[in-house]
């Protein structure tokens, strides 16, 4: 399957700070990227979809200014938390669809982000 | 409304015992997608299972199948054999035309998640 790189893979930062998180896919093209949050025992909240080119697509209620995406080339993804905030902790995880409608969605390992 | 749906917070089950976790879904759409992920505790996420719907039989792969029932709507995933290494959180997850933004692949809708305590 395609392979998709998260990094970092852990950050702690002071509150006020910003983070950026980069996901790559290693060998395949995405023109599309999708960023996710996840808190403890909960399930992946889809927060945005990156497009190559374009501006990001973000679901509602969440923070277009505070929750930065950059899709810079057909491999890289960014996602820039700003002016993070404890609250902002939290499992970040990136992903690329398949080609094929049958194909499952290639996830990143995450970013686990704690803001002091 | 919740499109998939896993009732079940936490299941236990015995090594070497079979276990089904639920998934349900709704769609009006007639083409859609299942998928099945497994997360351990570190976080990453492992594809397990895909169904589609028109797909005759039941999808199967090794110790893992899906217990597809379209009137029903449900999409259970069975895993056979348990072994200590399957306790993770389980993911149940659709795609269909409507969450596609009407290109062939789009984002998948999951559920809330089942975490699987495998007993020695």
């Known amino acids: 399957g395609a392979v998709v790189s998260q990094h970092p893979s852990r950050v702690i930062c002071k509150s006020g700070t910003s983070v950026k998180i980069e996901c790559r896919s290693l060998d395949f093209q995405a023109t599309t990227m999708f960023w996710y949050r996840q808190f403890p025992k909960q399930s992946l909240m889809l927060m945005a979809t990156?497009?190559?080119?374009?501006?990001?697509?973000?679901e509602q209620g969440v923070e277009k200014d505070k929750f930065l995406i950059n899709h810079a080339s057909l491999t890289l993804s960014t996602l820039t938390v700003t002016s993070a905030h404890p609250e902002d902790s939290s499992f970040y995880i990136c992903?690329?669809?398949?080609?094929?409608?049958?194909?499952?969605?290639?996830f990143g390992p995450g970013t686990r982000l704690t803001v002091l | 409304a919740q499109k998939i749906t896993q009732t079940q917070p936490g299941m236990f089950v015995q090594e070497k015992e079979a276990v089904t976790l639920d998934c349900t879904y709704d769609t009006s759409d007639p083409s859609y997608g299942l998928f099945w992920y497994k997360q351990p505790s570190s976080g990453e996420m492992i594809f397990l299972i895909y169904?589609?719907?028109?797909?005759?039989q039941n999808a199967t792969e090794g110790r893992y199948s899906l217990n597809f029932q379209k009137a029903r709507k449900s999409a259970n995933l069975v895993i056979s054999a348990s072994q200590l290494g399957d306790s993770a959180m389980y993911f149940c997850a659709m795609r269909d035309i409507a969450s596609a933004g009407g290109t062939s692949y789009g984002k998948l809708t999951f559920g809330q998640g089942t975490i699987l305590t495998v007993h020695p």
């Open positions: 992903s690329a669809p398949g080609l094929a409608w049958y194909n499952e969605q290639f």
């Open positions: 169904q589609g719907s028109y797909d005759q």
């Open positions: 990156s497009n190559e080119g374009s501006k990001a697509t973000y």
